[in-house]
């Protein structure tokens, strides 16, 4: 459970984090501004989307995590319902059996 809500989390935060990505760029520095404001404007627009491939990474583990457990629960679950057929099917075979050996026989 706790996993599911992480990969939540990080799905919305990778959400949240690319819609505000164009307020970002309201700040951008023109040509003519000093080369330090532009530096200092890229190396906030890199870390902005290293932050956003670094969510959206965490997404996708989170997301196959998830798979692989419910793909695990998944093929518990139809061995568990397969084992208790087959014993329901010799079960009733079995009690066929004995009904069928006390009833008179049939000429």
Excluded at 18 to 32: A, E
Excluded at 43 to 69: E, F, H, P
Excluded at 70 to 99: F, P, S, W
């Amino acid at each position: 459970m706790r996993l599911k809500v992480l990969t939540t989390a990080c799905l919305v935060t990778a959400l949240v984090l690319m819609l505000f990505f164009p307020l970002l760029m309201t700040t951008r520095p023109g040509p003519s501004q000093p080369r330090l404001a532009r530096r200092a404007f890229a190396v906030k627009c890199l870390s902005y989307i290293g932050l956003t491939i670094v969510v959206v990474a965490g997404a996708g583990a989170g997301s196959l995590l998830v798979m692989r457990q419910v793909r695990r629960e998944y093929r518990e679950q139809a061995m568990r319902n397969i084992k208790e057929m087959v014993e329901g099917t010799l079960t009733d075979h079995q009690n066929r059996d004995r009904t069928d050996g006390d009833g008179p026989a049939e000429v």
